[in-house]
């Protein structure tokens, strides 16, 4: 059984940077569909990025893409997610999960969440 710990976190102004980790301990890390996914104070949990085992597909949500970059380094079976240009609308605790199957953009599809990491974007 996979475990999923999320780093990084923090406050950052408005156009600022953050890398976010996502370490794995057990299972095959190799093997599985990652993604990230983020929910602010209030919302819905709401996709972010997905990435295949090699890393050759991934996916972004509209509201990210071009600002946000997933990467994995199966070697050190973590999981990352550069995060550009952060906006105050960009707050929210980040979370990252294996896909099981069906869509990357569907929380559903997703199982071993993380207990998430929490970013803060200040205007």
């Known amino acids: 059984q996979v475990q999923l710990v999320e780093s990084g976190g923090g406050l950052v102004q408005d156009g600022g940077s953050l890398r976010l980790s996502c370490a794995a301990s057990?299972?095959?890390?190799?093997?599985?569909?990652m993604g990230w996914f983020r929910q602010a104070p209030g919302k819905e949990r709401e996709f972010v990025a997905a990435?295949?085992?090699?890393?050759?597909?991934?996916d972004y949500a509209d509201s990210v893409k071009g600002r946000f970059t997933i990467s994995r380094d199966n070697a050190k079976k973590t999981l990352y997610l550069q995060m550009n240009s952060l906006k105050p609308d960009d707050t929210a605790v980040y979370y990252c999960a294996v896909r099981v199957g069906g869509s990357s953009y569907w929380d559903a599809n997703y199982r071993n969440w993380g207990q998430g990491t929490q970013v803060t974007v200040s205007s």
């Open positions: 990435i295949d085992w090699s890393g050759g597909r991934r």
């Open positions: 057990g299972g095959t890390f190799s093997s599985y569909y």
